[in-house]
């Protein structure tokens, strides 16, 4: 009987593949120091960037301020606007938002808005609602009524939110003029030339930023590109909001003021939980 044998030993082949696995550079560990300053780093830029999400130019006025997160409020939706001086509504459809006055009477405002609720889009029953903080209660109460009796079901009321970013050690809250922001912007484009994996790579999150900054070892120094990065990104006229929906309702919850009260006082008890209300003057 032939034996046959068999090596066990690897074959040249086996031996260049090993030799040129082990042949692979191997990243330096991040160094500590590097390591520390990006803890959290991700976290907070991922903050900021659903903060500037929620951002929105205020044209005229402001809106109350309420205690909430920012969060991007819809705006393909028919929008009301209302000011102690103006009242305004435009439908979902509308790209230019442009000589939308509802008129004076209650007829005209009734009218109106009935016709806006009659035109076709994706959110047929809801309404935004942007009432200026300085607004009389009366008025606001009667424009809420009309959008009701014009046959919307929920109104998606637009307030001025709370940021929660805190801000880089000695870094104004607001970026207050052009060339400060314009500085920001080119100081981050030249720091970016610094870090191979920041520059060539395609980062869309802050995650991904903090990866290439560690891949450099902090080349680029991560608290100067918080720092810019804020001050690029909180420019003063954009104003994060937050959105309230609630239903309307004649059974809902009160929600009633002085008549002389202003919209920022009386819009308090609308924030605090009431998923179906009917606002009203005392």
């Known amino acids: 009987m032939a034996i046959v044998g068999i090596a066990c030993g690897k074959s040249a082949e086996d031996k260049r593949s090993a030799g040129s696995a082990e042949a692979k550079p191997v990243k330096p560990a991040i160094d500590p120091a590097c390591a520390a300053k990006l803890e959290g780093f991700a976290t907070w830029m991922a903050a900021l960037d659903d903060e500037k999400a929620a951002y929105e130019i205020e044209m005229s006025g402001h809106l109350a301020t309420i205690d909430r997160a920012p969060a991007p409020v819809d705006q393909e939706l028919d929008t009301i606007v209302l000011t102690p001086?103006?009242?305004?509504?435009?439908?979902?459809?509308?790209?230019?938002?442009?000589?939308?006055?509802?008129?004076?009477?209650?007829?005209?405002?009734?009218?109106?808005?009935?016709?806006?609720?009659?035109?076709?889009?994706?959110?047929?029953?809801?309404?935004?609602?942007?009432?200026?903080?300085?607004?009389?209660?009366?008025?606001?109460?009667?424009?809420?009524?009309?959008?009701?009796?014009?046959?919307?079901?929920?109104?998606?009321?637009?307030?001025?939110?709370?940021?929660?970013?805190?801000?880089?050690?000695?870094?104004?809250?607001?970026?207050?003029?052009?060339?400060?922001?314009?500085?920001?912007?080119?100081?981050?484009?030249?720091?970016?030339?610094?870090?191979?994996?920041?520059?060539?790579?395609?980062?869309?999150?802050?995650?991904?930023?903090?990866?290439?900054?560690?891949?450099?070892?902090?080349a680029v120094d991560p608290d100067d590109v918080r720092v810019q990065t804020f001050k690029a990104t909180r420019w003063h006229q954009a104003h994060p909001h937050v959105g309230v929906l609630v239903q309307l309702g004649d059974g809902g919850t009160a929600i009633a003021a002085p008549a002389s009260a202003t919209w920022a006082e009386g819009a308090k008890q609308l924030v605090a939980g009431p998923t179906v209300v009917k606002l009203a003057v005392k």
């Open 85 to 218: 001086n103006r009242l305004e509504g435009y439908d979902a459809s509308e790209s230019n938002h442009v000589g939308g006055d509802l008129g004076k009477t209650d007829t005209d405002i009734l009218a109106k808005l009935t016709k806006m609720h009659a035109q076709t889009n994706k959110n047929a029953d809801r309404i935004r609602v942007d009432i200026d903080e300085a607004t009389p209660w009366a008025q606001a109460v009667r424009v809420v009524d009309a959008i009701q009796k014009a046959g919307y079901t929920h109104a998606l009321f637009a307030f001025a939110a709370t940021s929660k970013i805190v801000p880089p050690a000695g870094v104004e809250p607001w970026t207050m003029t052009e060339e400060a922001h314009d500085a920001a912007t080119a100081k981050l484009a030249a720091l970016k030339k610094g870090c191979k994996d920041w520059n060539d790579g395609i980062i869309t999150s802050g995650k991904e930023l903090a990866a290439a900054l560690a891949s450099c070892n902090c």
